[in-house]
């Protein structure tokens, strides 16, 4: 395997980790604490082109690989996990939906607005009773002439309520299972739609997590995306790209505290030595850089084979139960190493620790991801 970057690949990791370093870095701690949307840097990412990277330039965008895509999240996600979703959810089941799979009005009605940051997007699937059993959505669309009509709810919804558009599953066919599954594109002014309760969540503070409501809401035809009972399908060719994007925030998150906790332990004293100098601190740092390094192979790889085209589920969820737990784990032990400090808002690895728990749950929970990987074994790989 060969991981050597191209110089616009590097060129693009540099912009996005100077910003995340030079912008978002110092406003962290303060958007964690306030969970107030930060429109103003999400804006700025917009002007960059950073929400953009992987749409082709005829739509607006970048045309950046998918590699340097991932290396985006993972840069702004060292700085701030929550401005890390926001990237990627905007990007990988908000922008690619209808990159993939829609009309040419719709890529040209929405791509060169979602590129530019002018709007934002959001993916809704998920519902009270229907997590990592996608098929028991129960939210309705019923055709009416050149309309469908919408009711139901959704949970959960990453970017909801600052969105303008929203790709919105939803059952036409209630007597065909996955295949009576519908998508739909909402825009954020859809007559009957309304978005909810915002979610107080343990970390992604200033991510915006909200349900959305659909009393009659009147989507036009021209606003579905593919055909009726696609839907599902089309939710399950955007999991491989999106369970790589969340292994990049997880690889982000994770670099961030291995390098805080190792910077600690050089600077903190203890019985008249650096922390460094002893061997059990010595051996946990070993321990959470072996992780985050075998994290990154996983990630990139991963990564690579989604830019190529090939099949990637097995390769998507390998990199996504790893990173993930990686994440989780080389967090706790910054807090652990960080000591009473590690417990208090004046550092930041209890944030890291926090943001990373989502990181286990979200775009698959890692048992489904185990389900994945157990259902794509093959012998003598």
């Known amino acids: 395997m060969d991981f050597n970057l191209s110089i616009e690949q590097l060129e693009m990791r540099n912009l996005v980790r100077n910003f995340a370093r030079e912008v978002i870095a110092p406003r962290a701690a303060e958007i964690d604490e306030t969970d107030e949307f930060p429109r103003d840097i999400v804006r700025q990412m917009g002007d960059l082109g950073m929400l953009g990277l992987p749409i082709p330039e005829q739509y607006g965008g970048v045309g950046a690989d998918f590699v340097a895509y991932m ?148 989507v036009p035809v021209k606003n579905r ?36 906790a190792y910077a600690y332990t050089r600077q903190r004293k203890q019985f008249g030595q650096e922390l460094a100098q002893f061997q059990g601190v010595q051996f946990m740092l070993a321990d959470m850089a072996t992780k985050v390094e075998a994290a990154r192979w996983l990630v990139y790889h991963a990564a690579q084979l989604r830019q190529e085209g090939a099949d990637c589920t097995r390769e998507a969820s390998m990199a996504k139960l790893f990173a993930t737990d990686t994440a989780m784990q080389v967090t706790t032990d910054a807090v652990q190493l960080f000591g009473g400090y590690g417990y208090i808002k004046d550092y930041p690895v209890e944030r890291y620790m926090r943001d990373a728990k989502i990181t286990q749950i979200y775009e698959g929970s890692n048992q489904i991801q185990r389900v994945v990987i157990a259902r794509h074994l093959q012998p003598n790989q």
């Not at 309705?140 to 309520?161: C, E, H, M, P, Q």
């Not at 594109?185 to 349900?211: I, N, P, W, Y």
């Not at 009972?229 to 292994?247: C, E, K, N, P």
Request: some cysteine.
């Open 71 to 218: 290396m985006a999240i993972e840069e702004i996600s060292y700085a701030s996990a929550a401005l890390g979703v926001i990237l990627a959810v905007h990007t990988s089941v908000g922008s690619f939906p209808i990159l993939y799979f829609g009309t040419e009005a719709q890529k040209q009605r929405y791509l060169p607005e979602l590129a530019s940051g002018r709007i934002i997007g959001a993916f809704a699937l998920t519902e009270a009773d229907a997590g990592s059993d996608a098929v028991a959505i129960r939210t309705r669309a019923v055709r009416d002439g050149d309309f469908y009509i919408l009711n139901g709810s959704k949970v959960f919804i990453t970017n909801g309520g600052e969105a303008g558009v929203y790709c919105v599953f939803a059952v036409t066919n209630p007597g065909r299972g996955a295949r009576g599954i519908t998508t739909f594109l909402v825009d954020a002014d859809t007559q009957g739609f309304r978005v909810g309760k915002k979610e107080k969540k343990m970390g992604l503070h200033g991510s915006a997590t909200c349900e959305l409501h659909f009393d009659d809401a009147r």
């Open 225 to 260: 995306l593919g055909e009726e009972g696609q839907g599902f399908s089309i939710a399950m060719r955007l999991l491989d790209g999106g369970r790589v994007g969340i292994a990049a925030q997880g690889l982000g998150i994770a670099r961030a505290a291995l390098d805080a």
